[in-house]
């Protein structure tokens, strides 16, 4: 059997949860599906933001025994929330956390950890050697900052212990993309993510969840984000099957065209 091409699409870890989208989130069966879908179709990169994105996520590789398969990305975000809770706020990354979030993924590394900036410098460089040391021990493989700024250097310094980064682009953001070019000048792996804004905006622009246009526009916007200069990935959730497959024809369909960034 020959292997799908790999395709730069990220299966965002909201996927998962009922909070930060406009549908219900899947059931355990559905996700499983998803997940299986996205790896049949040459989606190999997973995003958990949250601590039940990675609960899902883990469970998911499992039942599937499809881990090494799998690139997995990791936040510093750890509080347990049902449906209707409030998600929680990023938290510095302490020693306990590592075996968490294995725990959580049901595996033995994470492919990339994200170092959540927060407001106390020194507590941020005391995460960051944290998780440093734990990308020196094998269990990590890369770090990642969000939000990188226009100028990274001025922020992190020549020398940093980053190799990629997330950060919104969009139709609404413009501001992203010398951001995106400075941290590819870095040799930085660049992951842009909220390609609709958030899930409801596409709603929100056509006034209404059933509007005959909305899988164009959701193409169009997906093509816009993936493709813009300096962007390796695009990180989205899809809490359906039919969305993975929709997603992938987005991207197999290229640029947008002239017309089509006009329309």
Known sequence: ?????????????????????????PTEDEQVRIVETCLNQGIRWFDTTYRPERVALGQALS????????????????????????????????????DQMLDELQTDHIDGLVVHQLDDPERNSRQEELAQGWQRRGVIRWLGTWYPPVNPVETYGLNNPYSFMVRPYNVTTPEAAPAFSACKALGWQTLACSPFVRGWE????????????????ADRMLRYALFRPHVDRLIVAMRREAWVVANIASWRCGPLTEVEMIE
């Open 1 to 25: 059997m020959v292997a799908p091409v790999e395709c730069p699409l990220v299966l965002g870890g909201h996927t998962f949860i009922q909070q930060l989208g406009n549908e219900p989130k």
């Open 63 to 98: 039942r599937l025994g499809r881990r090494n398969e799998a690139v997995i990305l990791a936040w510093n975000f750890f509080t347990s929330f049902g449906d209707e809770d409030d998600v929680g706020a990023p938290d510095y990354y302490q020693p306990h956390h590592l």
């Open 202 to 217: 596409l709603d929100k622009r056509l006034g209404r969840s059933n509007a005959p246009d909305r899988a164009q526009l």
